[in-house]
C-alpha cells in the first residue's frame, strides 16, 4: 500500500515542501530510505520503527521504502519522524482516516514515542503558509512558536498515538493560538531606559548617533564607576521599535539557530550586541601565537 504524506525541511533560511511517499508491501522484509537523506534522516527507520512499537502499534516484518520528494535535494535534520511513521501507520491501516491534501507534519520521535522540539519551525511554517497548507501537527514545545504564522492552523502534540488517535478522529488536539499584540507589550516591558541614565551628556549623545547611523561603538575603560556597561544594556531603549516583518526575520535565525526559548515564541525587541573587548584581544594574541609558531618551524 501507498501513501504519500506532507512534510517540511530547511534550506538555509527559508523552509520548503517535502513530499513523504511510504510503500510497505510483502517480500524479503527491510527498509529503506531514499531522496538524497543524510545520516540524521537515514536513522529515523530506528527511531520511527522502535517509537511504532512502544506506541502499541503493530509493525510486522514487510518490506518498507520510503522516498523523501524531491529526490535531487539533500535532506538533512529529524523533521520527518513523524510524517514517516504516519505514512506508514496509514499504509498498515492504523489509521483508517483519509489524510487530508493541506496538513503536514513535522517532528522528531524519541524511542518512546514522544514529539521532540526541532529547530526551525518559524520558517517552515511561514513557507507552509504560502504554499497553501492550512494545517499543520508539530511537537507541543514548539507550538507557541509555529502559531505566530497567522492564517494557519497549529496544532502541538505530545506523542505518536495522540497523533493517530486526532487523525482517527478519536479524540481532538486544541489549537495553539498566541496574541501579537500581546507578546510586543511584553517585550517592551523589560527593557533598562536610556532615559535612567544621569549625566554623562557626551558619552550619550555618542551612544545617541551610534544608535540612530547604524554605527559600532567602542567603550574604553577610563574609571570602573564610569558607567559604560550600564549605558550599553541601555541602548536597545532607543532604538526604533521592530515591526511584525522584521521581528519575523530575527526570530527565524534564533529558531534555525535553536536559541529561541520556548516561552518566548517572537522575538519583539531590537537586536543588540555587546562582545567583550577581550574576544578581539585574545584572538589577536592567538594569531601572533599562531604565526610565531609557523616561523620557527624548522623547514623538512
Not at 28 to 56: H, Q, Y
Not at 79 to 108: K, Q, R, S, W, Y
Not at 232 to 242: E, F, K, N
Request: glycine share 8%; proline share 4%.
Amino acid at each position: 500500500m501507498l501513501s504519500n504524506v506532507k512534510s517540511m525541511s530547511l534550506l538555509g533560511l527559508d523552509g520548503y515542501l517535502i513530499s513523504v511517499q511510504v510503500d510497505v508491501s510483502g517480500g524479503m522484509p527491510g527498509w529503506d530510505i531514499v531522496g538524497l537523506p543524510d545520516v540524521s534522516v537515514k536513522e529515523a527507520k530506528e527511531r520511527v520503527r522502535t517509537a511504532i512499537k512502544n506506541s502499541g502499534y503493530e509493525l510486522q516484518s514487510r518490506k518498507i521504502i520510503v522516498n523523501l520528494a524531491p529526490a535531487n535535494t539533500k535532506k538533512e535534520g529529524s523533521f520527518f519522524d513523524l510524517p514517516i511513521a504516519v505514512g506508514i501507520l496509514v499504509c498498515t491501516e492504523e489509521i483508517i482516516a483519509e489524510i487530508p491534501e493541506n496538513i503536514a507534519f513535522i517532528g522528531e520521535l524519541s524511542l518512546d514515542g514522544k514529539i521532540n522540539k526541532v529547530n526551525g519551525i518559524l520558517s517552515m511554517c511561514i513557507e507552509a503558509k504560502k504554499l497553501g497548507i492550512k494545517k499543520i501537527i508539530v511537537p507541543i514545545e514548539n507550538a507557541k512558536e509555529a502559531s505566530v504564522v497567522k492564517g494557519i492552523k497549529i496544532y502541538g502534540a505530545s506523542n505518536l498515538r495522540e497523533v493517530v488517535d486526532f487523525l482517527n478522529r478519536n479524540n481532538e488536539i486544541e489549537e495553539m493560538k498566541v496574541d501579537i499584540e500581546e507578546l510586543f507589550k511584553l517585550g517592551n516591558t523589560n527593557l533598562l531606559d536610556f532615559s535612567e541614565v544621569k549625566g554623562q551628556e557626551n558619552i550619550k549623545r555618542a551612544l545617541e548617533i551610534a544608535a540612530a547611523g547604524g554605527h559600532n561603538c567602542l567603550l574604553i575603560r577610563i574609571s570602573t564607576v564610569l558607567g559604560k556597561t550600564m549605558m550599553a544594556r541601555r541602548i536597545p531603549s532607543i532604538l526604533p521599535d521592530l515591526t511584525f516583518e522584521e521581528a519575523l526575520e530575527t526570530t527565524k535565525i534564533h529558531s534555525i539557530s535553536g536559541v529561541l526559548s520556548k516561552d518566548i515564541p517572537l522575538i519583539t525587541k531590537r537586536p543588540f550586541r555587546a562582545p567583550h573587548h577581550t574576544i578581539s584581544n585574545s584572538s589577536l594574541v592567538r594569531r601572533r601565537k599562531n604565526s610565531k609558531t609557523r616561523r620557527n618551524k624548522p623547514c623538512t
